[in-house]
């Protein structure tokens, strides 16, 4: 029998593989809630204790940071995905099933 890995274990895990892709560039895909989608492109600056920034380049060569959850990559409400490929970086789809 397998034993489940709580979820605080899995927000450690996706945390690390995070800090792992400091200065990589990432497309996230983000479910703002009443069928608003939002996606941008940008570099992953930082991965804190409790978020991640990704910082983006907006029109006229501005940028802008937006902070998001690793709770929410756990529920799939953020996604990322390899800009190049269009991979998908972390997939935990497949633990809300269990």
């Known amino acids: 029998m397998e034993s489940e890995i709580p979820p605080v274990n899995r927000v450690d895990e996706i945390r690390d593989e995070l800090k792992g892709l400091q200065g990589k560039r990432v497309k996230v895909r983000a479910n703002m809630g009443r069928s608003r ?3 941008r492109t940008g570099t992953l600056v930082g991965a ?3 978020l991640f920034v990704i910082e983006v380049e907006e029109r006229r060569g501005r940028r ?3 902070s998001y959850q690793y709770v929410d990559v756990l ?7 390899d800009p190049d490929t269009g991979e998908r970086v972390l997939d935990f789809s497949d633990i809300q099933e269990q």
């Open 75 to 81: 529920t799939s409400t953020v996604e990322l995905y």
């Open 48 to 50: 804190y204790p409790t």
């Open 37 to 39: 989608v939002v996606e």
């Open 64 to 66: 802008a940071r937006q």
